[in-house]
Every structure is written in C-alpha cells, then in structure tokens.
C-alpha cells in the first residue's frame, strides 16, 4: 500500500489489478472526476465499507491500468486541495 495523500491509499493486487481507498464521498468524487476528465482513467467498479465508524471507498482499477500509472496520476493533486475538500464533511485536522 502507499499513501499519496492524505485520506488517500493506493493498492497494487497480486492479480495486477489495483485498489485506491478513499477516506470521503466528496473527495471520492473529486479523484473520479480528476482521473476521468484529467487521465482518461475509469475504475472498473467501487465498492465501500465500515472501519471505525468511518466509510473507506474503493475505487477497483481493472489490469487494463498499472499501479504505477495510477500512481503517477494522483500524485499530481494539489495536497492543499485534499484537505479543502476532506473538510467539508470532516472536522478532524491531519
């Protein structure tokens, strides 16, 4: 796994397919539409789950895409930018 940012994580699978682990809704939306409008990237499909008292989405990457890419990808958003969007629906500080 390898955090880019925060409330953000990026994990490579042993069957080349990748997970991306989204700690907010709006920010989830906000990594969507930057990889499909920005990187012509689409997650194959997303899924989300309780850890707690926290929902974590995931965005599932088929094989089409390379960990790394996806990577390279997100590390190119503006941290600032993160946490503006991470705050409007959270009052936790980093």
Same mark, same amino acid.
């Given at each position: 796994m390898k955090n880019l940012a925060p409330y953000i994580v990026v994990r490579p699978n042993k069957d080349e397919t990748t997970d991306v682990y989204i700690n907010d809704w709006e920010l989830f939306d $906000?990594?969507?539409? &930057?990889?499909?409008?920005?990187?012509d990237?689409?997650?194959?499909?997303?899924?989300?789950s309780k850890k707690e008292k926290k929902t974590i989405y995931t965005m599932c $990457?088929?094989?089409? &895409?390379?960990?790394?890419?996806?990577?390279?990808?997100?590390?190119r958003l503006d941290i600032e930018k993160i946490k503006e969007i991470y705050s409007l629906n959270n009052?936790?500080?980093?």
């Open positions: $906000f990594v969507d539409d &930057y990889l499909t409008e920005n990187c990237v689409e997650f194959e499909y997303f899924s989300e $990457f088929s094989n089409k &895409y390379e960990a790394t890419k996806i990577e390279q990808f997100l590390s009052t936790t500080n980093i």
